[in-house]
């Protein structure tokens, strides 16, 4: 079951960039890249999605190279607000498979 | 608020005994999704169903099983609970394939003692 990699937990402060990556080492050729975000206790919450190059809306931008085995998540200007659990997901076979997440902390 | 709804939001029941989760999905949506999240598993895909029919099949045990009903809603039951059961259970629900955007709902906390 395709399954993809990230880190487990990123440090940043407010008001910078911060960049997530995946590894997407078994998308396949129709598979779309979505990251969402989750609250403690609270159900994951659609963020962005793309297929290649370059997606943005107006709370993230997402990258994502011409092989599409990895994905950059970049979230601009962050805020205490921003601190969650972040997960990458491509589907496989009809399979909806999120990754471990990366735990983004938000200093002030 | 993404307009899925999930029923109860809170369960607590005994080893060996069966729950029923309930799930309903946004307005239009033909696809449901159900996910198991504890603590050490991290969020687990269990099943999918589109417009009624089984779509596709994660991490699901013998003893879980779901249905969509054709007013859409779905049951997630789980039987001869253990303790390692307990979990949050997520619902989701999309427009149709895999592929497009997945609303998720609260979620149900259940507790087995």
């Known amino acids: 079951l395709a399954k993809t990699t990230q880190p487990i937990s990123m440090d940043s402060y407010e008001g910078q960039e911060v960049n997530i990556t995946c590894s997407h080492n078994n998308i396949a050729t129709n598979d779309y890249i979505t990251w969402y975000q989750q609250f403690p206790s609270q159900g994951p919450r659609f963020i962005i999605q793309?297929?290649?190059t370059k997606v943005t809306n107006e709370v993230a931008s997402l990258f994502i190279p011409a092989d599409r085995k990895s994905s950059t998540l970049s979230l601009p200007r962050v805020s205490l607000s921003d601190t969650a659990v972040y997960y990458c997901?491509?589907?496989?076979?009809?399979?909806?498979?999120f990754g471990d997440g990366t735990t983004l902390t938000v200093k002030p | 608020d993404s307009g899925v709804t999930q029923t109860p939001k809170h369960l607590i029941t005994a080893t060996g005994q069966r729950v029923t989760l309930r799930c309903s999905p946004r307005?239009?949506?033909?696809?449901v999704y159900w996910y198991q999240q504890s603590l050490d598993q991290g969020l687990q895909f269990l099943i999918q169903y589109y417009n009624g029919e089984e779509r596709a099949k994660g991490n699901i045990l013998e003893r879980f099983s779901a249905q969509q009903f054709p007013d859409l809603h779905s049951e997630l039951n789980l039987s001869s609970l253990e303790l390692g059961d307990s979990a949050l259970y997520f619902c989701?629900?999309?427009?149709?394939?895999?592929?497009?955007?997945?609303?998720f709902g609260p979620g149900t906390r259940l507790l087995v003692l």
């Open positions: 989701a629900s999309s427009v149709g394939g895999v592929q497009e955007t997945q609303y």
């Open positions: 793309g297929y290649k």
């Open positions: 307005s239009g949506d033909l696809s």
């Open positions: 997901l491509d589907t496989n076979a009809g399979k909806s498979t």
